[in-house]
């Protein structure tokens, strides 16, 4: 999801060894973060793939829970479902608390930081004005991320990124939209609805998206 982004957040960029004051006090309870964010946690095959299995559910099951869809940039992907008069994220428990927070969606990871992606890679930036907690304390960007095997992440990261990227320009360019929706099906099918096994996770992935860059080669031919 493209972002509107504060220039002056963007004067200091961070790689995931470096140390940031992005830590709040969380464990008080404060959930601002998770209230008010209408569709704006978009989940990624990894988010859906953790969330299945801590939840011991399908896609299906995160759909009747808290999960739902909506258009992204021209891709319709899976959102957190926010509820009642308060806005509030659904699985956040009546403490204030994050039920899933173990396996958490990667922007829940994130927040504050975001990603600003340029010449082919991505770095990270504090989104000064996102999180209305003071002091924060300092902390490591890679320790904040809480993802094990983070290399294999960050690149995950990016080759989704690229994909989505890749795959709006494509559909703008088609402008047919019979086929926006039936490419947004097999998107939804290949990455989210089919069930991932319990192997390598990254594995997986690279050949579903093999799959996937396959049609939109096909469907570039035909533009």
């Known amino acids: 999801m ?4 504060l220039q002056s957040d963007l004067e ?34 990894l988010d859906v793939y953790r969330m299945c299995q801590g ?35 659904t699985f956040l428990n009546e403490e204030g608390r994050c039920s899933i927070h173990a396996f958490r969606p990667g ?8 990603r600003y992606y340029k010449d082919g890679t991505f770095r990270y930036f504090l ?8 002091p924060r304390t300092k902390v490591k960007i890679s320790k904040w991320i809480d993802t ?16 989505q990227e890749e795959a709006q320009e494509l559909l703008k360019q088609q402008n047919d939209d019979q086929l926006t929706k039936d490419f947004n099906m097999h998107l939804l099918q ?3 609805i089919t069930a991932w096994g319990h192997e390598d996770f990254y594995a997986q992935f690279a050949g579903r998206m093999s799959q996937m860059r396959r049609l939109m080669k096909i469907l570039a031919k035909t533009s």
């Not at 060894?17 to 990624?44: E, I, P």
């Not at 021209?74 to 957190?80: K, V, Y």
């Not at 094990?148 to 994909?163: G, I, Q, S």
Request: proline share 5%; net charge neutral.
């Open 2 to 5: 493209r972002r509107e982004v």
């Open 12 to 45: 200091k960029l961070y790689t995931a060894n470096d140390m940031v004051k992005a830590g709040c006090n969380g464990c008080a309870g404060c959930s601002d973060c998770c209230r008010g964010m209408g569709v704006s946690v978009v989940l990624d095959p």
């Open 55 to 89: 939840l011991k559910t399908d896609f299906n099951g995160l759909m009747k829970h808290g999960v739902e869809l909506n258009p992204v940039d021209g891709l319709i992907l899976p959102n957190l479902k926010m509820t009642g008069s308060e806005e509030c994220c």
């Open 107 to 114: 922007v829940c990871r994130l927040f504050p930081l975001g």
């Open 127 to 134: 989104q000064q004005q996102e999180c209305r907690m003071q």
């Open 148 to 163: 094990p095997e983070l290399k294999k992440y960050e690149a995950y990261v990016l080759d989704w990124h690229n994909f």
């Open 190 to 192: 290949t990455f989210f």
